[in-house]
Structure formats: structure tokens, C-alpha cells
């Protein structure tokens, strides 16, 4: 059975909401994902290990370190 973590890590990013206010309408635009703000600092965007994927690579094109 595969480890949670893995999938988990795969199928989401977590990153302080202030970083995606000026992105958050072109993401929802762009990409077939739901954001949710977990706290008050922080957002969650879900979807699809493909969908994740490409909105990783949007989110360095834009200067944005998931790291």
C-alpha cells in the first residue's frame, strides 16, 4: 500500500495566502483545482497529481519557491 505522505504530497501545495493573491483567479482559470484557505495564513491547492504538477511548474515560473 502506498505511504499517505506520498500521495498526500502529490495531490496538493500548502502555501501562505498572501503569496497567491494577485495568481489566485489565473490559477482557477488555468487549471481544474480547488483552493482553500486552511488558516488564515495559509492556502491549500488541491487537485490531481497532473494538475498539481503543472501548477508547481506555474507557481517557479512566477518566481514562487515550493521548496
Not at 483545482?33 to 488558516?39: D, E, F, L, S
Request: glycine share 2%; with cysteine; net charge negative.
Amino acid at each position: 500500500m502506498p505511504d499517505p505522505r506520498t500521495l498526500r504530497d502529490s495531490t496538493q501545495i500548502v502555501l501562505p495566502c498572501a503569496l497567491l493573491d494577485s495568481i489566485r483567479d489565473e490559477i482557477e482559470a488555468e487549471f481544474v483545482v480547488t483552493i482553500h484557505a486552511q488558516t488564515e495564513e495559509l492556502c491549500r491547492i488541491i487537485g490531481s497529481p497532473v494538475e498539481i504538477r503543472a501548477v508547481s511548474d506555474f507557481l517557479t515560473r512566477q518566481g514562487i519557491s515550493l521548496r
